[in-house]
């Protein structure tokens, strides 16, 4: 397992469209073994493989490592769908590729959804509160959608303003 270099936005590579994994094969399981070991290291509860610079509908996620505790409970799914969507919550979001940023996001409070697991078995999966956001929000970015798309348009502006700085910093 490996840790992987994690995009920042912005990056026209995070904007882009994932394609389909056609096959949980090997090379598939070990993209997610990775970036379960990257999420995990980073910490974060959720990563998607654009993040990562991979284009393919791969999502990893793990809503019970957080707090003192940390359990392991991760989830894996390739070409994830939402089949149901129901209510509304307003959650209080950040993301690896959006370094030292939060804002509020307005999601559906529970969402099913149905893709393949690590072992290639289509699986359905329903989710509330923290792990329908991460669903959400990891969905999202094999859309090229990020959570600061979801703010006004000032704030997002802003938002990349500084993270545009920061990597200029950086360089
Ligand atoms: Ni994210």
């Known amino acids: 397992m490996a840790i992987l270099p994690l995009l920042t936005a912005p990056d026209k590579r ?3 469209v994932a394609r389909p994994v056609e096959r949980v094969d090997d090379a598939i399981r070990r993209l997610m073994d990775d970036m379960l070991d990257t999420m995990y290291r980073a910490p974060g509860v ?18 019970a490592y957080v707090g003192e505790e940390k ?31 939060q804002g509020e996001v307005t999601r559906s409070a529970r969402v099913t959804v149905r893709g393949l697991n690590r072992e290639g078995v289509e699986t359905t999966l329903t989710g509330e509160g923290l792990l329908a956001v991460c669903l959400q929000h990891e969905i999202d970015h094999l859309n090229g959608v990020l959570f600061i798309d979801h703010l006004s348009r ?7 303003k500084r993270l545009k700085k920061l990597k200029e910093d950086e360089n």
């Open 154 to 160: 000032l704030k997002r502006d802003m938002i990349l």
């Open 14 to 16: 995070l904007k882009k």
């Open 71 to 101: 359990r392991h409970e991760p989830i894996f799914l390739a070409n994830p769908e939402i089949l149901e969507r129901e209510g509304e919550l307003v959650w209080e979001e950040g993301c690896l590729s959006v370094p030292e940023t």
């Open 46 to 63: 959720g990563l998607a493989a654009p993040q990562v610079g991979v284009s393919r509908r791969v999502i990893v996620a793990d809503v």
